[in-house]
């Protein structure tokens, strides 16, 4: 699986636009990109994934680039409950088996008052 | 909603003791994983299966192994519990599309302590 850069940390207003980038340089052309948050003391949760077009669900938005050599996740309008570890994966779709997603070190994003 | 319940929140056992952890699904997943997490090293995966009796090893198998006898359970059983594996373990559960990768539920995780 490709390898993931995230900015260790950021922060946001409340109510703003969070924007969290993930560089995917090596990404292979079958490879997704999947984006899981973790709040303190539970287990990581899924937001969004996509392949190469922009995709937008009821918790984010994810804005691949053109190259796909990275990405953004974006929470439209951040609330306290946002404030967790956020983990760009990019991974080959399992086919026929499965193996483990391969978290990095995320972004802990921090949303202020 | 799919759920993946850990059987313990939190657990203390002694080194040396057989420990298992018990983690069950409601939605008719071919595939189950575990993890554990530490500070500075994030999610590592230790074991994980794609089909009931199946099971593949991740990352860091070593001290560990797994039964799957059932579809909706999957269990960790730490032979011989050690210090160093004193972590907060993850149970995950997904399902198989041929055509599109679909994401992972995770549980709420076990805090396990081995004095």
């Known amino acids: 699986d490709a390898k993931t850069t995230q900015p260790p940390s950021m922060d946001c207003a409340e109510g703003r636009a969070a924007n969290l980038p993930c560089n995917h340089s090596t990404i292979s052309g079958n490879e997704y990109v999947y984006w899981y948050r973790q709040i303190h003391s539970q287990g990581p949760q899924y937001i969004i994934h996509?392949?190469?077009n922009n995709e937008t669900n009821e918790m984010a938005s994810l804005i691949i680039t053109e190259d796909r050599k990275s990405s953004t996740l974006i929470l439209p309008h951040a609330t306290l409950r946002d404030t967790a570890v956020y983990y760009c994966?990019?991974?080959?779709?399992?086919?026929?088996?499965?193996?483990?997603?391969?978290f990095g070190k995320g972004t802990h994003l921090i949303i202020q008052p | 909603d799919v759920k993946v319940t850990q059987s313990s929140r939190y657990l203390v056992k002694r080194t040396g003791e057989k420990v298992f952890l018990e983690c069950v699904q409601d939605?008719?997943?071919?595939?189950m994983f575990w993890y554990r997490q530490d500070p500075g090293l994030g999610l590592r995966l230790i074991y994980f299966?794609?089909?009931?009796?199946?099971?593949e090893k991740g990352d860091i198998p070593e001290g560990y192994s797994v039964s799957r006898e059932k579809k909706e359970r999957f269990s960790l059983i730490l032979e011989s519990a050690s210090t160093n594996q004193t972590s907060m373990y993850l149970c995950a559960s997904s399902l198989t599309d041929l055509i599109m990768n679909t994401e992972a539920f995770f549980g709420q995780g076990t805090r396990l302590t081995v004095v």
């Open positions: 996509g392949l190469k």
């Open positions: 939605m008719d997943h071919e595939n």
């Open positions: 299966s794609y089909d009931v009796k199946m099971k």
């Open positions: 994966i990019v991974r080959v779709a399992s086919g026929g088996g499965a193996d483990g997603l391969t």
